[in-house]
């Protein structure tokens, strides 16, 4: 009797553990970052990294939402990837996709709060789903930065200005060959003023237009003004700046940038207006004919404003991720600008995708993978699921007719136990039998950088209206 129950007890929590894995694959991931994260389009995943939760605390997360299917905002099912995330918590990195194949999402810089050092570059595999630390050639006394926009392009090289270190605004145009894994600099002959959290897109030309942004120069940030913007030649390795005119936003900082789709205008959302605390709800948008800023006709529920938020192109969508200014509890962490329209945007929360349109990779010799299949993952993870969820019933009902036949068992020995009352039964006793009782049954038993802005204080400045803090990281003296 004793050992039937144990049996039917390991039977039920190998069920047990079965209907919490599936509970566990069914349950939808609800992401805590809210801001200085990374937001990287391969493929058809929108992968999300890194960031600073509600409590400006650090997280790891590492997550993607499938791009190849419809969905809607307030119903996004977000893909958790964080257990095999090695690149610490931090937050106000940069990332793009590049490579030999243009599949590879690398990670430049970001801060820290953590005593374990970071590497400067991390690169993860979309096709293997790994992680690793690329070795990087080139000069190898560079500083992480943080705070600042990478931009590659169509030779598979990331362009990264200025930014954040431990100790100042840099001076500096840095370049990382992602076929080549070789690290450089470019000209700063007419380069603009040192600057953070700034606006920064690639042209149909290979060149890069700088947009606004914050000085951080002085004890008290400073916005840039918009009035003015810096176009870096990446193939000639120079610098140029543009007047601009119109209707020009105010000076700002952490808003997002994006080309629209025929490549002939940048349309920017959001971001900081420092001297008032304030977070900016409307449209902008720079005609790169005659540089001339206005506000767009659009339609559609108007968004509460956000800022250190991320914007990708994705079909006819400017796919706005996270940010601070909103309620996580009421709006959705995505926000969707349908701009299939120049004369007139629509908000919407609705999301199809496009027949979608393979970019080639960068220049290279190297020899090219197979192509991906976009819905392996997807494919295993149903599998898994289902696995799972039939495992879960074989058990149930396995361990029904073992219960059952048990229980009919026992019925049929108190049977026997009836009919044979009143007899006595002699047996012989044996050694084994006597010893049986006494029986004594014992159970036996790559490049790393160290500047993680580690020990430094961190200051907040004026909320604005939803109670979101605005802060740095000062050095201690």
Wanted: glycine share 6%; charged share 15%.
């Amino acid at each position: 009797m004793l050992k039937n129950s144990s049996v039917n007890f390991t039977l039920l929590w190998i069920l047990l553990q079965v209907l919490v894995e599936v509970n566990c694959q069914m349950m939808p991931f609800k992401p805590s970052v809210v801001w200085c994260h990374t937001a990287t389009l391969i493929d058809n995943k929108l992968y999300i990294l890194g960031g600073l939760d509600l409590s400006n605390k650090p997280v790891k997360e590492f997550f993607y939402l499938d791009i190849s299917v419809p969905f809607d905002t307030q119903q996004l099912l977000w893909q958790d990837l964080t257990n095999i995330n090695m690149v610490p918590a931090h937050f106000d990195a940069t990332s793009v996709k590049g490579g030999a194949n243009n599949d590879t999402l690398f990670l430049y810089g970001g801060a820290t709060t953590l005593v374990q050092p970071m590497a400067l570059v991390y690169t993860f595999d979309s096709q293997n789903i790994s992680w690793s630390i690329p070795k990087i050639a080139g000069i190898n006394t560079i500083a992480r930065k943080s705070r600042l926009s990478g931009i590659i392009n169509r030779d598979g090289k990331i362009y990264l200005y200025s930014g954040r270190t431990a100790k100042d605004i840099a001076n500096e145009m840095l370049i990382l060959d992602t076929i080549n894994l070789n690290l450089g600099k470019g000209s700063l002959i007419n380069a603009p003023t040192r600057r953070s959290h700034y606006g920064a897109t690639l042209l149909p030309d290979n060149r890069i237009i700088y947009i606004g942004g914050m000085s951080e120069t002085t004890i008290s940030d400073v916005a840039l003004p918009l009035s003015e913007v810096y176009i870096y030649d990446t193939i000639s390795d120079s610098w140029s700046k543009e007047v601009t005119s119109g209707k020009i936003p105010s000076d700002r900082g952490g808003f997002s940038s994006i080309l629209d789709l025929d490549g002939q205008r940048i349309i920017i959302f959001g971001g900081y207006i420092i001297n008032t605390n304030y977070l900016d709800t409307t449209l902008y948008v720079l005609d790169l004919n005659n540089y001339n800023w206005y506000v767009p006709k659009f339609s559609g529920k108007i968004p509460s404003p956000r800022a250190y938020h991320e914007a990708n192109v994705i079909g006819k969508y400017m796919v706005i991720s996270f940010g601070i200014g909103y309620n996580k509890l009421v709006e959705s962490d995505i926000l969707l600008l349908d701009i299939s329209n120049n004369e007139e945007y629509v908000w919407t929360t609705s999301f199809n995708p496009s027949v979608p349109k393979s970019s080639p990779p960068p220049s290279s010799t190297s020899p090219s993978l197979p192509p991906s299949n976009n819905s392996s993952d997807n494919s295993k993870m149903a599998g898994a699921i289902v696995g799972s969820l039939l495992s879960g019933i074989f058990l149930s009902v396995g361990g029904f007719f073992l219960y059952k036949w048990n229980k009919k068992r026992q019925s049929q020995n108190n049977n026997n136990n009836y009919n044979n009352h009143g007899q006595e039964e002699k047996a012989i006793p044996t050694e084994s039998s006597k010893n049986e009782n006494i029986t004594n049954h014992e159970v036996v038993s790559a490049i790393v950088n160290n500047d993680n802005y580690y020990g430094q204080e961190v200051v907040t400045t004026p909320t604005n209206n939803d109670g979101f803090k605005f802060f740095k990281f000062l050095n201690k003296k």
